[in-house]
Structures are given as structure tokens and as C-alpha cells.
């Protein structure tokens, strides 16, 4: 049986606008539905509340959260939100309809996925989430299932319901949001304040379960999974999938390390790394099937992630003076010699020269054999794994493999924790003799600077003072304040003199100036009006057409923008409409008509009607004369007097 005939919104439409096609999922807050705009008439996704949760305050705020967080992301990897409201219980985002599937629907199908195709997909989800996390938010709950993969290829990042603004704290009251599976640590065991880089957690989650095809955490009930989360490291890819280049299982360690200051602050950082990862691939590494491929052999006409485009953003490594594969350096069958020049032709001088060349041939092969031999013997050794090492296990490994300690210097490092190696010279993997020395680069942690005090700044100099201490200027809100002139920054959060580690946001407080109540001026002279409104410390426009107006006499104010009441800023502009005065309309004459028959010729002419009897028209039904004879005009909507005799 078909279950979207038994929904009862499939058909209907929504706020007079959105006709509702076809169900296309169901979520633990709200149904997505394909729906053409009517007046655009174009197709959309429609995400609606469940009816129960609308009556909820807390989750109506986080839905709509969701759209204007999201609305402010114009980035081409997030699905864009159109519009959002409210018809009868039903609360509903309009969003971008993307014809294709899941993540999710790609990992079911093929299994583990080919290095490059996993870059393919991870890249782009950074790009949407560092635009993000630069803009001030975290996503909270990233997963396979809200990465949307295009039938054209694109990929683009959903479902931002648990977002909320960086350095903000959320009452959950207890309660952990997201997926258990994704759910980095500090989301476990400290609800709240997580940061962006529970979103770099989550997607190196990910990551590993696209070049694997299972999670890395595994359990009978979601508290083992959480426990794991707290307590073990996630592995490396290779220990899953034999092969896989060390570059992979260290852009897994460091998006996925238990310790938040260790990872990238947020996906910019990351997506930095995976660039950097894919460099240090070959084609025959990105382009390796691995054996938990649910389809070995398939056309790639079929294989949805083999049509995904590198993003544009991404530089594309060019194939030249590509690194070698270190699987590969070693077989003497990569070191063949080419074939020698062709020898000057000489005259024979008889069979004497047979032995000499038999001699001389010998002598080549054996030399051709030595090189060889002494290519590939003991005298070289290869760089080991020492990245994100201990500097003490680092010149451990070094002298196991018979090298020396060369250089050691210290720099900043975001990602690698303090003590532990960032890059080596030459780098890992790297043949070289033994006995020679690798210098080593050692991480002296994140780079920590002081927020500095920027209140009274303009917002442009706020922005360049932040940015010159390291600091990325974040979200933006405006209030009322009696002290800080408009459009000077009030505060900032975290406060001035707060650590943080470079790189972070700021989100700024701006001043809108000091708050004016806006009086009431609507019936005064425009000299008057003027008078009150500029003492207030306001600006005045009046409005090119006057307005007609039954309660207001000609050049009084007949409406004001803003209202009365509501509060404006010192220097803001009120437009005054002025009155024109009533309507003047021609007055019928009914003298000598039916009572009932005169009353409503004058209603119908635009008037309210009185009833004069007196004593003698008690019984009367005949208009024996009018307050304002026929003919004449009056304001519409004014009372004409009727007497009945």
C-alpha cells in the first residue's frame, strides 16, 4: 500500500501557496514533502512540524531558528531556505528540492567507497560548513543522512535543526542532540557548549565510514556507542581496509581526536587538511577499490559516486613530479635500466674481439646487478610514520629505523597537539640512506590569543582589529543602547581579555544609539507635529499624497510610520501622511419617500442615517424633510437627519 495516500497533507495546499505532491521522508521533528509553488511554480521541498511538536514553544523556536540561520548561508553546498510560515497546526519551511539521494542511500548500496570518491563528498561538506562556522554557527548533527547528493553531482549539506550560534549556550536540560554515532565527546559529557569543532568530530566520522563502510563505534544499545565515544580512540582506516595510505588514517585522527583542542577548530581548518591528504595521493591510491565494496565490478555509469564532481573550489593535484608510490619503490622491477646507446660500427678484426665482447657483456650484466643490488639493499630506508608522534617516540622510531635526529624547531600548530610531530623533513615515507638525519617540526599547541576590547569601535574598525589579532569577526546582532553611539560595537563574546585559540570567531553587539519612544502626533498641524517629533530627537518626511479621512480635518496628521508607541532610534525619520479631509458626496433627496426606502438610499450613498419622530411621526412611515437638503454635499460617512411625520 501506498503510505503517502495516508497522509493527510499529500494534496493539500499550504498557506494558499504550496501544493503538496508526494511524502519524501519522515523525521523525528517534522515530514519532507515535494511541493510546487504556485505562484513561482517551480518545485520545493517542503519540511513540515509533526502537528504535536508545534504546540511546543522550544521546538517552533528551533525550527525557525533553523530557517534564518540557514536563510543567511547563500553558500552552493547548503540547501537554500525560501520561505518559511505557519497554516492552521502546521508550521513549514519552503527549501530547495534536491532530485537525487543520500549519503546514507550511496554508503547502503556500494559499501565503502574509493578514496577519491570519499574526498569527492567530504570536501564539499566542508566548504558548507566552514561557511558556516565562519558565519557564527554549528551544525550539531552531521551524518550521512543530511548529506544530499544531486542526480547532477552536487553535494550539499541539510537538515541545520540543531544549529545555534557559536560560543552560545543551549539549555538542554540533560539532553544530548544529534546522533549517537556522530556525537563527539564533549556533546556526551558536556551538553552546551559544544563548539564547531563537534562538527569536525562528526565529519571525520564520516570519513571513516566512507572509506570503510561501517562506523567506527559499534554496540547492542546506544550507551555502549556513547561510551566508546568517551572512552576509545577511533581507529585507523587501514586497520579495516589493509592498503589505504597513511595520509587517510591521519585526516581521520585528527578530525576524530577525543580531545577538542587537538582537532581542527572548525571545517575550514579541515578542509585544508583533506586537501593536503589528497596531494599526497597518487591516482592509483584515490582510484583504489577497496575489498568492502558492496560491487566490485560495476559500470561506472551506474556508480552514483563515480559521477560526482571534484568541487570547483578544490585545486586538483597535477600530474607531474607526483610522488612515487611507496608500495611500488621498492620492486626491482620498477628500476629498469634503459637499453645503452648503439655502438660506432667498426671494421672486424677477426674472431679475437668474440671473447673481449663475451668479457665486456659479463662485466655490464654484473654491473647492472650491483646497482641494482645496492639500490635495493640495506643501504636505504624509508622516513617512518611519525606524524602527530610524541617527539620522544619520534626519535625512538628514528633510531629503530637507523636515522639520525637532525633539526627539531617548534611551531604553532592547531591541529597537532603540544609535544607531538607536525611534518618531518624529508617527508614520511621518503627513501633515504641510513644514517642520515630528519629533521622535525614539533607542534607547540594552538596558537592562543586575548580577544581584544573593542567596544566604542565602528564595526569595520572592530572587524580589521579582530582580524589583525588572529581573530575571525563572527554573527553580527544590533541593540539598543542609552551609551554607545549607533553602529559602534557595545560588546563582544566571548568578553575582551578571554583566551582563545587563533582563528576563532567573535560574535559582535553593535549599537542601534540611544531608544526613542515615538509620540503620538496623528491629529496635530504638521507645524505642531514637526515641533514634538524633532524635540524627541527624530527626523520628519511627509508622505506625496495626503490621505482622505472622515476623522481627521484637511492637513492634520492622519498616520504616522513607525506607530505611536513603538521605539525608534535618536535620529530615525517618522513619514507623516496628512489628511485631505473627508470625501464630500452629493446628497440624495428623499423628502416625501418611505422611511425604509430613504434609509437606504442614504446608506447606500455613503452616509449613517438618524430618526427624528418627535411626538406627531410616532406612527409615521413618510420623510417629511432631511437634515442637509438634497442636493447639497457632505462628508461620507457623516449622519443625515431624517424627520418622519
Known amino acids: 500500500m501506498d503510505t503517502t495516500l495516508q497522509d493527510p497533507l499529500v494534496g493539500q495546499v499550504l498557506d494558499g501557496r504550496y501544493r503538496v505532491e508526494a511524502r519524501i521522508a519522515v523525521g523525528g521533528m517534522a515530514t519532507v514533502y515535494r511541493a510546487v509553488d504556485t505562484r513561482l511554480d517551480r518545485v520545493l521541498a517542503l519540511k513540515v512540524m509533526h502537528p504535536g511538536l508545534a504546540a511546543d514553544g522550544t521546538f517552533v523556536d528551533r525550527f525557525i531558528r533553523e530557517a534564518k540561520s540557514v536563510a543567511r548561508l547563500a553558500h552552493p553546498n547548503v540547501v537554500q531556505v525560501f520561505d518559511q510560515g505557519t497554516d492552521g497546526s502546521y508550521v513549514y519551511l519552503a527549501m530547495e528540492y534536491i532530485a537525487g539521494c543520500t549519503l546514507r542511500d550511496v554508503l547502503r548500496e556500494r559499501g565503502a567507497l574509493q578514496p577519491r570518491a570519499a574526498l569527492d563528498i567530504l570536501e564539499p561538506v566542508l566548504a558548507a560548513l566552514g561557511a558556516a562556522h565562519r558565519a557564527g554557527f554549528v551544525h550539531r548533527d552531521m551524518k550521512p543522512e543530511n548529506v544530499l547528493i544531486g542526480d547532477d553531482g552536487r553535494v550539499k549539506v541539510a537538515d541545520f535543526g540543531l544549529v545555534r550560534s557559536v560560543d552560545s549556550v543551549t539549555n538542554t536540560t540533560g539532553a544530548v542532540l544529534g546522533t ?49 565515544h568517551l572512552h576509545e580512540d577511533v581507529p585507523p582506516p587501514s586497520a579495516v581496509v589493509p592498503g589505504l595510505p597513511y ?109 673481449l665482447a663475451a668479457v665486456v657483456g659479463v662485466l655490464l650484466l654484473l654491473g647492472v646487478g650491483v646497482g641494482v643490488w645496492y639500490i635495493n639493499s640495506g643501504q636505504f630506508t624509508r622516513v617512518p610514520a611519525l606524524l602527530s608522534q610524541p617527539e620522544a617516540k619520534a626519535k625512538e622510531r628514528l633510531a629503530d629505523a637507523g636515522l639520525e635526529v637532525g633539526e627539531v624547531e617548534r611551531a604553532f600548530s592547531d591541529t597537532i597537539k603540544r609535544g607531538r610531530v607536525i611534518s618531518t623533513d624529508p617527508e614520511v615515507g621518503s627513501r633515504i640512506r641510513q644514517n642520515s638525519s630528519v629533521n622535525l617540526v614539533v607542534s607547540k599547541g594552538p596558537q592562543v590569543v586575548k580577544v581584544p576590547d573593542v567596544g566604542g569601535y565602528s564595526l569595520d574598525k572592530a572587524r580589521e582589529r579582530l582580524k589583525a589579532e588572529g581573530l575571525e569577526p563572527g554573527m553580527v546582532t544590533r541593540e539598543f543602547d542609552d551609551t554607545v553611539p549607533r553602529g559602534f560595537v557595545v560588546s563582544t563574546t566571548p568578553q575582551a581579555g578571554t583566551e582563545r585559540r587563533s582563528g576563532s570567531a567573535v560574535a559582535l553587539v553593535v549599537s542601534k544609539g540611544r531608544p526613542v519612544d515615538v509620540p503620538d502626533v496623528t491629529g496635530e498641524n504638521l507645524e505642531d507635529a514637526k515641533e514634538e517629533l524633532e524635540e524627541a530627537g527624530l527626523k520628519v518626511k511627509v508622505a506625496d499624497e495626503p490621505v482622505t479621512s472622515a476623522e481627521f480635518d484637511k492637513g492634520e496628521v492622519a498616520a504616522q510610520t513607525p506607530e505611536p508607541g513603538s521605539q525608534a532610534v535618536s535620529g530615525d525619520t517618522v513619514t507623516l501622511t496628512l489628511s485631505k479631509g473627508p470625501e464630500m458626496v452629493e446628497v440624495p433627496d428623499v423628502v416625501g419617500e418611505k422611511v425604509d426606502d430613504a434609509k437606504a438610499e442614504l446608506e447606500a450613498a455613503g452616509f449613517q442615517v438618524d430618526e427624528d419622530r418627535g411626538l406627531l411621526g410616532l406612527f409615521g412611515d413618510t420623510v417629511e424633510s432631511q437634515s442637509v437638503e438634497g442636493g447639497e454635499t457632505a462628508p461620507k460617512g457623516s449622519t443625515i437627519t431624517i424627520k418622519i411625520r
Open 247 to 355: 595520509a587517510l588514517d591521519a585526516l581521520v585522527a585528527s578530525a576524530t581526536a577525543r580531545t577538542p583542542d587537538v582537532r581542527p577548530y572548525d571545517a575550514v581548518a579541515l578542509l585544508a587538511e583533506a586537501r593536503e591528504a589528497r596531494a599526497a595521493l597518487s591516482e592509483e591510491q584515490l582510484d583504489a577499490l577497496p575489498p568492502q565494496a558492496l560491487s566490485a565490478e560495476h559500470d561506472n555509469a551506474e556508480d552514483r559516486t563515480s559521477v560526482i564532481p571534484r568541487s570547483l573550489t578544490v585545486p586538483r593535484p597535477l600530474p607531474v613530479n607526483e610522488p612515487e608510490d611507496p608500495a611500488l619503490a621498492n620492486r626491482t622491477s620498477r628500476f629498469e635500466l634503459p637499453p645503452p646507446p648503439p655502438t660506432p660500427s667498426r671494421p672486424r678484426r677477426g674472431l679475437a674481439r668474440g671473447p
Open 180 to 228: 549517537v554515532s556522530y556525537l563527539a565527546p564533549e556533546q556526551i559529557d558536556q551538553p552546551g557548549a559544544a563548539d564547531a569543532r563537534v562538527d569536525v568530530y562528526a565529519c571525520g566520522v564520516v570519513l571513516y565510514e566512507m572509506l570503510t563502510g561501517e562506523k567506527p563505534h559499534d554496540g547492542d544499545s546506544p550507551a555502549i556507542v556513547l561510551y566508546k
